[in-house]
T-cell receptor
Framework: DQQVKQNSPSLSVQEGRISILNCDYT??????FLWYKKYPAEGPTFLIS?????DKNEDGRFTVFLNKSAKHLSLHIVPSQPGDSAVYFC???????????FGKGTRLHILP | GAGVSQSPSNKVTEKGKDVELRCDPI?????LYWYRQSLGQGLEFLIY????????KSGLPSDRFSAERTGGSVSTLTIQRTQQEDSAVYLC??????????????FGPGTRLTVT
């Protein structure tokens, strides 16, 4: 039973436009959410996070939105750049637990 | 380098053999995690260390899998009697703290294990 779901295996976006990656979760005990980015043959790198007390966190071109009632979060990248082409993993954890649960990832292609 | 390192980067082994994968975390990081990424799958949690102890081994798929950490630093993941379904990329991550605080984990490049 997947607790963190990324339903889109891949997404293609024109350079300069907005990329929106979506993530759903089922465990209401999750209170901390993260996005990681992964290039081929490299380990994932931390991108941005949000705690459940917020509904938005922004860092440069990256913004994460959290909708607790819908158990949904999304990552917005604007404007999208070629270097953003990668696999993006959504992850969630609880402050009373030691591990975070990852989704299966969404492969983002930025088209020239 | 200051990052997490893993060795070997690639390992091809015959079914039934034992393999040992190594992780060197970032110096000073107390928490260490092992994950597995099979083809088309997300990152599957295997085991977590806080110092040298493993409070959570719940992700280990079977008793053929074991891990240890010595000196609060290097960790080894051992897979005995490897099976073809063990083929995956094994990722190690470390972080300064674990539960209740910073979740930012720093990942190594992974070890790609192929069991033939």
């Amino acid at each position: 039973d997947q607790q963190v779901k990324q339903n889109s295996p891949s997404l293609s976006v024109q350079e300069g436009r907005i990329s929106i990656l979506n993530c759903d979760y089922t465990n209401s005990m999750f209170d901390y959410f993260l996005w990681y980015k992964k290039y081929p043959a490299e380990g994932p790198t931390f991108l941005i996070s949000i705690s459940s007390i917020k509904d938005k966190n922004e860092d440069g071109r990256f913004t994460v939105f959290l909708n607790k009632s819908a158990k949904h979060l999304s990552l917005h990248i604007v404007p999208s750049q070629p270097g953003d082409s990668a696999v993006y993993f959504c992850a969630a954890g609880g402050n009373r637990d030691d591990k975070i649960i990852f989704g299966k990832g969404t492969r983002l292609h930025i088209l020239p | 380098g200051a990052g997490v390192s893993q060795s070997p980067s690639n390992k091809v082994t015959e079914k039934g053999k034992d393999v040992e994968l190594r992780c060197d975390p970032i110096s000073g990081h107390t928490a260490l995690y092992w994950y597995r990424q099979s083809l088309g799958q997300g990152l599957e949690f295997l085991i977590y260390f806080q110092g040298n102890s493993a409070p959570d081994k719940s992700g280990l798929p079977s008793d053929r899998f074991s891990a240890e950490r010595t000196g609060g630093s290097v960790s080894t993941l051992t897979i005995q009697r490897t099976q073809q379904e063990d083929s995956a990329v094994y990722l190690c991550a470390s972080s300064l703290v674990a539960a209740g605080a910073a979740y930012e984990q720093y990942f190594g490049p992974g070890t790609r294990l192929t069991v033939t």
